[in-house]
C-alpha cells in the first residue's frame, strides 16, 4: 500500500506539477488548499487538484481564523519586520501548516510536501511549522528536490498533461492573503529600477489616486479594529473593505531590500493598503492610551516578535509568552481614529478614547494649567545629576595632568 | 559691581521680557542669540537685544556646525523619538547650552539664563547640559520663576517699554532650526482636531503640492550626504535646499502625540521635509549596505541614542560611546539614491552602492542562480531543532497526564 | 474634626517621632505595622504605637502574601539590580503602600505617611505607589519634611518622652523581609573598606560556615519551589527555612555601590542566603527547560522588570505586562535541582526535569550520538553567508583604492 | 603538482591522524599549532608533525596577541555567554583562523583543515572566519568527514604508524588557553550527576583551598589591569598568574547546561580562574566609575558582543562597532581593586579611582550631607505622574461600567 502525503496545494503550475512528481515518488497525493484572504475560486482549485492526480482535495475558508490569530496580532504589534515589511507571507506559514498536520493525522498520512524553493524563508517556516507539530511527520519539498530550470518543468508538465496557466510569462513571483501582498523576481530583482506599474495590483499608483480623500473612522475595542464609520464587520470583512479603500487612495507599497533568513539580500515589493492603514491609526490610539514607560517598551516585544514569525518560529514557546505580554497591552485600547486616505496616505487627523492620558489642562498653556512647574526644578536637579558629578570628577581629573 | 548673566536670547517677548526682569534682578545682561537654520535676521536681533536693556549682544550664524555635529549624527542614527518625531529642537539645546558656557566664561559671568517654562522638555535640556559643561554656572528661568499670565507678561513689557510683537495673537508656540520646525499650543491641543493649515509653515499642503514630480539623487559619502543631483553642498546648505524643495512637495508633516520627559502627552506638529527625506534615503542606503547583523542590532544603538538626546543627556558619556558605535557603522554608507518627491512623499525608487551586499547572482531566480539551494536543508534541520526537541518532550510530557 | 493620616509604622524611633510630630500637624495618627519577614514582634509595636500616641494601631502578618505575589516574581525573574541587588526593599514598599491605602481609605483618612528621607528610593516607592492606588490621599514625609540632625530629634524624642532604641549608637540604616536584608551607612559609606562583620546578621562569615557541606534537594512545580528535601513547605515557610540553612554557610553576601533612582551611588550591604540559593537553583532548572531563543530573550524582560520594581512603577501598567511574559515562561520549570551548600557557595550539582530539553543522544559523543552532522555543513553555509559576501564586496572595493 | 592545505595542529591524535588522512586525499600538509595560553611544548608539537606526515610545521607562540586582541575585550565586556560562560574557546578561533590563513596565503595553499566534529560550535567559528577573511580558500573538516568511530580511528593511527596519546582512555573533551579551561563528555554528559574531581585541572576542590586567604591589589588603567600587588605585568602574564593564585583558592568552577548554536544542549565544565577574578574586580570598578545610564546600557552591548563571539561572527563589521562602544567607556575604568582570594571566592572588599563617582558627601546620612532632599519632592511628583494620570483614568472609566 502506497503512503499519503499532504500537499499544499494553490493550483498553480509548480504545485500541479508537484503532484505529478509525488505520484512517481509512490505517494498518494492529497492536496490541501486554503483561501486565507487572496480570493481564490476553491472550487475550481479543488477540482484542478483532482484532474492533475490528487487523490483527495481539501480546501478550507481559513480567512477569519488568518484575520484573528495571526493579523490581529500583526496589527496589535505593529509588525514591520526591519521597520518596513508587514510580514505578509510569515503570518500564514504557520497556519497553513498546522492545517496541512492536522488533515496528514486525519488520513493517516506519513508526510506532508510544500512547493517552496531552496532560497527564500517559506521554506523554514513550513518546515519548522510541521516539525514543531509533528516530529513524526516526514517533510518533503518537490521544487526543492527536482531543480529543474524553467523550461525543464514545463516540459514535465507538457509530456504529464498537467495544464499550463497563461501567464507563465510574467516575471513576478507573488503571494497574497488578506494582510497583503509580495512581489519579487524579474526586474525587481535590480534594486536600482523603480518597480513597473505592472508589479501592482492591489493599490493605484499615487497618479491614478481620487483627488478627493476619503476620512473615515476606525473605532477599536481592547486593541481590535471593531467598526468602520460606525459600521460593524468581522475582522477578516474590515481589512478587505479597507484594503479596496485604501488601496483606491494608493495606500500601503513598500518597497524593499530585505534580509533574508538564509543569508542573502532580496528586493521585495509589497502592497498593505489595509494593514498599513490600520496600523497607523492603532498605533495614533496607543499613543494616548499608553503611559510612556509602557510605551518605550512595547517595541522591545515587538521588534522581537516580528523577528519570532519572520524566521518560522512561531511554535516556538517563546511566541506565547510575547503574546501575553501583548495581550496585557491591549485592554487599554479603546477609541476612535479619524484617518484621512489620500494620495498614498493614511493621515491620521484625530484620535479619542475613555482611556486617554492625554490631559489637556496638564497638557495647556492656557491659564487652565494645573501643572505644577515648580516641580520640575527638583526634577532637573535629580535628573541631573549623575551627568553633573560625572562632569565635575573628569573635569577636576583633566586639570591634574 | 553687578554680576553677568549670559541670557539664550530670541528676540521674541519673552526673552526681551526677560532682560529687564534680569536688570531687576541686579544682573548685567549679555544677549547670545544663535542662527542654528530657522533663518533668524540676526542684525535685528542683535540690536534689538541691546535696545531692551543688554549691555552685551552675541549673534551668531552655527548653522554648519550643527548641520554638522548635531543634524548629521541624527540622520545617520535615523532618529526618530517614539517613532515619529526627529528631535528637532532637542537637538539644538546642547549646541545653544555650549555656546552659552563658552561666552559666560569669557565674560566672567556667574550665571546663565534661558526663556523655558516649568513644563517643557527644554528646560531640562539647558540646564542639565549647563551642568555638565561648568557647574559652577548658576541657571536662571525667568519665565518659569515669574509665573506671569499673558497679559500680566504684556503689561509688564508696555511698562518697561519693550517692544511688543504684532504676532502676539498667535496662539502657537513655535520653534525652527535647520532639521525642522516644531508647533505646539492652542487648537492643537485638542487631538481630535486635524491641524489647521496656518499651524504649518515649511511645508505646502497635499492638495497644494505641484502635480509634477520631482526625482533627485542623493549621493552619500561614509554616511554624509555630500551631492545633490551631482552637485557638491555643505551639509547645511544641502538640508535647506531640501527643505524647499521636499517642503514645496508637501513631505515631512508630523503630527504626534508625545510622551514628554516631565511626566505628561503633549500633541505637537511638526514639520521636517528635509530631515524625513535624508533619513529615507540614508536608511535604504543603509538596506542595502550593512550586514543583516548588524542593521538588526543599529537601532537598538538609535533608540537609545534618540531617548538620551530626547532626555537632555547629550553631554552625558553614554552619548560618545553611542556615537563611536554609529560611526563605525557609516563607513559601509557610500552611493546614491534616487527620491521621488510627490504629493507629500518621498519615494524612494532605486539605490546603488559599490558597497552593496545586494548580490543579484544570489538573489535571482533566474538560471543565474548562484545560490546553493542545498544548504538549505542543513540549515533548516539545526535552526528548528530547539523547537522540534521542545515539541517533543512536551507533547510526550502531556500524553502522561 | 481631625483629619485622619495612616502612617507605616516600624517601632523604631524615626516613625515613633513622626507619630507625635504628626500629631503637632493636627492629625489623629492610626500606625500600621507589617510583617513581612524580618521576624518582628507584632504585639510589642502594636502596643508602642498606642504608646506614643497613635489612635489605633494596625498589625498584619503579609509573610505568605509578600511571598507569594512579590518573592516569587522575584524569584522567577532572577530580579538582580544592576546584575547584583536582589531588589529586598524595593519589593516591599508596593505591599505596605497598597495595605495603607486600604486601611485608609476603611478608616477615611485623608492622609498617609512614611517614614523616609529624601534622599532614598524608598520615598519614591512609596509615593508614586500610593498615587497611583489612591491619588487623593495626601502623602507626607515627616524625616524629610522636619530636616533635624541626629541630636535634635533625640531631643526631641526626650522633651515628648518617646522611648529612645538601646541600639541607638548603631551606625547603621537596616531594612529586612523574607527575601534578604539591606544595610547602610556608617564604616560602610567607604568603598575602599571592607565591611566590618558587625555589619552582617543573616549570614556567617566563611571563616565560621562548617567544614561539612549541606546538600539539599530542591523541587519546583511551574516555577514555583515547592518542597526541600521532599517536604512540602508554605513558600514564605520555605524561604525562611533557605535563610536559616544557606545562611548558616555563608551564602548570599553582596557588596554593591548603586546607581540610586535620585541620581546618587550609594554603597549597600545585603544578605539574601534563600534568595540567592533559589535564584540559582531556578536558573539551572530553566537552563535545561527553556527552549534558547526563549533563554536568550527572558533576560531582556527581568532586566525591565527590575529596573521598573526598583524605580517605584510597580503599580505602571507595564509591570503586569512584563508578568504576562514572566508566567507564560514558568509552566516548562519543573524539577527537582541538587545544591551543595557550603563556603559560602550554593552550588548546583545535578538538575533533572520531566521537560528537560537536554538530550542526551543529541548532546553526546559516543556512539549512540544521532545528532545529523551533516546538517552543520548546510548551516554553516547560510550562517556565515552574509559576513561572508561582506568581506568579500569590502576587499574587492580597498582594492580599487 | 599536490596542492597545499594549512591543518590547525594540536599534537594530538584527531589531527595527526587528520594529516595522513589528507595526505590520502592528495594534499601537502603545512601543520600550524598555535600557544594561546595552554602551556603547549612547542618543540615537541612542532617535530611531531613532521613525524606523522607534515611536509612543514609552523609553530606561534601567539600568548599576548590572545591576551591583548582577545581575552582584554572579553574581560572589559563581562563576556559570559547565558550569564556563565566567559567564551573560552570561542574567543580562540577567530585567532587561529586568521593564523591559518596567512600562513595558506604565504605558502600558496588553495585549502585550510580544522579537526572539529559536527555537532560543535567551533566549526562554525572557524569556517565563518576563515570565509571572511578568504572566501577563495576550501576548508576542510576530516574529522567530521570520515565518520569514524573511536576504534576505526585507532585501527587506521595504527596502520600507519601514526603515535597513540597514552591518555587515550581520558573520556574528556578538552580545550584551553590563557582566559581558561573547558571539558565536555564523559560523566558530564548525565547533568544530575556532579562533576568529578578528575573533570578539574587548574582549580582546586574547595575542600583542598587553604585556609589562609590570599588578598591582592589589581590596578586598572584605562579599563587594563596592568598591575598585581603594585608590580607591573604582560597582560597575558598577568592572566596566567592569577590562573595560578586564583585556581589555588578554587575560584572560576562553573557547571553549564548551555545551548550551542548548532542547535542543542550540552553540558560543560569550566575552569577560568584568572577570568573570573579579574571580571569581578573590573565590573566593581565601573560601579563607581560608570555614569548610570551608561552603566545600564552597557550591558546590552555586552550581551550582544558576546552572543556575537559565540556564534563564531567575529569578523562580522558588527564587532568593531560594538567594540567601538565598548572602548569609549573604558577611559574612565583607571583604579585599584583589593579582592580577597578565599574558598572558590573572589570578593572585592574595597575599590578606590581617581574618576570615581561616588561622592560620599552626597551618600552619606551624616551631617556632612550635601544632598538636597527638598528636590526629592519635584522629582517623585513628575516621575510618577504618568502612573497618576493612568490610574485616574482606569479607575474613573471602570467606575462607568
Not at 49 to 76: R, T
Not at 223 to 238: A, D, E, H, I, M
Request: proline share 4%; glycine share 6%; with cysteine.
Amino acid at each position: 500500500m502506497k503512503e499519503k502525503i499532504v500537499l499544499a496545494y494553490s493550483g498553480g503550475l509548480d504545485t500541479s506539477v508537484a503532484v505529478q512528481w509525488l505520484m512517481e515518488q509512490n505517494y498518494e497525493v492529497i492536496a490541501c488548499c486554503l483561501d486565507v484572504g487572496e480570493g481564490k475560486d476553491l472550487d475550481f482549485v479543488k477540482q484542478k487538484a483532482l484532474n492533475v492526480g490528487a487523490v483527495k482535495s481539501y480546501v478550507i475558508d481559513a480567512k477569519e481564523e488568518f484575520a484573528q490569530e495571526f493579523a490581529l496580532m500583526a496589527l496589535q504589534s505593529h509588525a514591520l519586520y526591519e521597520g518596513k515589511y508587514p510580514l505578509v507571507s510569515a503570518l500564514s506559514r504557520p497556519l497553513i501548516a498546522k492545517k496541512l498536520v492536522e488533515i496528514a493525522e486525519k488520513e493517516g498520512a506519513t508526510a506532508v510536501a510544500h512547493g517552496c524553493t531552496g532560497k527564500g524563508n517559506d521554506q523554514v517556516r513550513f518546515e519548522v511549522s510541521i516539525a514543531a507539530l509533528n516530529p513524526e511527520l516526514k517533510v518533503i519539498a518537490p521544487v526543492r528536490e527536482w531543480s529543474w530550470s524553467r523550461e525543464e518543468e514545463i516540459q514535465y508538465a507538457k509530456e504529464k498533461e498537467i495544464p499550463i496557466p497563461i501567464n507563465l510569462d510574467s516575471p513576478y513571483s507573488i503571494d497574497q492573503n488578506l494582510w497583503g501582498r509580495s512581489n519579487e523576481c524579474g526586474i525587481l530583482e535590480d534594486p536600482w529600477q523603480a518597480p513597473p506599474e505592472e508589479a501592482y495590483d492591489l493599490t493605484n499608483s499615487i497618479e491614478n489616486t481620487p483627488d478627493i480623500a476619503d476620512t473615515i473612522e476606525i473605532e477599536f475595542e481592547k486593541g481590535v479594529p471593531t467598526k468602520l464609520n460606525g459600521v460593524s464587520y468581522t475582522l477578516s470583512g474590515l481589512i478587505l473593505m479597507l484594503n479596496n479603500l485604501a488601496g483606491k487612495h494608493g495606500v500601503g507599497r513598500i518597497d524593499h531590500v530585505e534580509n533574508r533568513l538564509v543569508g542573502i539580500k532580496s528586493r521585495e515589493v509589497y502592497e498593505c493598503p489595509g494593514a498599513m492603514t490600520l496600523m497607523k491609526a492603532h498605533k495614533e490610539l496607543e499613543d494616548i492610551t499608553l503611559v510612556k514607560e509602557l510605551a518605550h517598551f512595547k517595541p522591545v516585544i515587538e521588534k522581537k516578535l516580528t523577528e519570532v514569525i519572520y524566521d518560522g518560529l512561531w511554535y516556538s514557546p517563546l511566541t506565547p509568552a510575547l503574546l501575553a505580554f501583548l495581550e496585557q497591552t491591549q485592554q487599554y485600547v479603546n477609541g476612535i481614529v479619524r484617518v484621512k486616505l489620500f494620495k498614498g496616505h493614511a493621515i491620521v487627523e484625530g484620535r479619542k478614547s475613555p482611556n486617554s492620558l492625554y490631559n489637556e489642562k496638564l497638557a495647556t498653556y492656557t491659564k487652565e494649567d494645573e501643572f505644577d512647574h515648580n516641580a520640575a526644578v527638583g526634577f532637573i536637579q535629580l535628573w541631573g545629576l549623575p551627568t553633573k558629578v560625572h562632569s565635575h570628577v573628569q573635569q577636576k581629573e583633566s586639570l591634574k595632568v
